[in-house]
């Protein structure tokens, strides 16, 4: 993958390996290897995805190539021991990433429970971050459950909490529902997020964001059922320095549902903490 991005980028950069040690908590666990493989899936219901790997590179890169590095993180959700499995041991973990990487002056994004993560992160840590960008966000309210319980095994009602995520049900793949799925039907990690769903709950910030000092987007869903409007209007009124964009036909995760939208937002806002302040 690294080797993609620099071929369509044309960067010179080299390939870093981070050893897990540095990069990871301790206790981290991952399959040695992996293959992706769609054959299954493909002989099972005919699946073929609709955007491949290159056009999702080649579109990111197109839109920020010329102003900004973009790196992501992929946060051991479920690979931590269950003691830092949580909103703080994930915090902990982007802390260690971004000091491995040496970032700095960086512009922190995080959707749903990695916004909590990087609001966490920021307050902690906020000598590293130069701006928030949080679409979706926990760290004050948030629906997970509704009303109902699920039960072990129950495929249909994971398939509608997965659409519920989402202003358009099909963006709730069958793929999707599948994955998510698998890891509730596991025992250990179901435990697990319902471990980090607890933590979230349990982590409120809403008398301690009146501390963030950088510059805050707010990208939200109009349509979001997990983290409704007015959870992001009272992130706006908490956060000092913060500004609100609502997405319309859009639920919980903009940058999934509205790319493009997403996109411009989030480049304005950017190019905006890029320009020279003007003197009056």
């Given at each position: 993958?690294a080797?993609i991005?620099?071929a ?10 981070v ?9 981290f666990?991952?399959?040695p290897?992996?293959v992706?493989d769609?054959s299954?899936?493909r002989q099972?219901?005919g699946?073929e995805?609709?955007v491949q ?7 990111v890169?197109?839109y920020?190539?010329?102003h900004?590095?973009?790196v ?8 931590m ?5 949580s ?5 902990k973990?982007?802390?260690k ?7 700095k002056?960086?512009?922190?994004l ?6 909590h ?7 902690k840590?906020?000598e590293?971050v130069?701006?928030l960008?949080l ?8 629906n997970g459950m509704g009303?109902?319980?699920?039960k072990r095994?129950?495929?249909e009602?994971?398939?509608?909490k997965?659409e ?5 049900p099909?963006?709730?793949?069958k ?8 890891i509730t039907n596991?025992?250990?990690k ?12 349990r982590?409120?910030?809403g008398?301690?964001?009146n ?8 990208v939200?869903g109009n349509n979001d ?5 007015f959870v992001?209007r ?9 500004e609100?964009?609502?997405v319309?036909?859009?639920g919980?995760?903009p940058?999934?549902e509205?790319p493009?939208?997403?996109?411009a ?8 903490l890029?320009?020279?302040a003007?003197?009056?």
């Amino acid at each position: 993958l690294a080797e993609i991005v620099k071929a369509r980028t044309g960067s010179s950069s080299p390939v870093e390996f981070v050893p897990y040690d540095k990069a990871y908590e301790e206790g981290f666990e991952d399959m040695p290897r992996r293959v992706p493989d769609l054959s299954k899936i493909r002989q099972l219901v005919g699946y073929e995805p609709k955007v491949q790997l290159d056009e999702i590179i080649t579109k990111v890169i197109e839109y920020f190539r010329n102003h900004n590095r973009v790196v992501v993180p992929l946060l051991p959700l479920l690979e931590m021991d269950i003691l830092n499995t949580s909103v703080g041991g994930l915090a902990k973990y982007v802390h260690k990433f971004m000091e491995a990487m040496d970032l700095k002056d960086v512009h922190l994004l995080g959707n749903s429970l990695g916004g909590h993560v990087a609001l966490v992160h920021t307050l902690k840590h906020p000598e590293r971050v130069k701006s928030l960008i949080l679409t979706g966000s926990s760290g004050l309210f948030e629906n997970g459950m509704g009303d109902s319980y699920p039960k072990r095994g129950d495929y249909e009602y994971i398939r509608k909490k997965t659409e519920l995520t989402f202003y358009d049900p099909k963006v709730a793949t069958k793929e999707l529902v599948d994955e998510v799925y698998s890891i509730t039907n596991n025992r250990i990690k179901a435990i697990k997020i319902i471990a980090l769903a607890k933590s979230a709950i349990r982590n409120n910030l809403g008398e301690e964001l009146n501390q963030i000092k950088q510059p805050t987007l707010l990208v939200w869903g109009n349509n979001d059922t997990i983290t409704p409007p007015f959870v992001a209007r009272e992130f706006n009124k908490l956060i000092p320095n913060s500004e609100l964009h609502f997405v319309d036909k859009c639920g919980h995760a903009p940058m999934m549902e509205v790319p493009e939208e997403f996109n411009a937002i989030l480049h304005k806002f950017l190019k905006k903490l890029s320009e020279p302040a003007t003197v009056r």
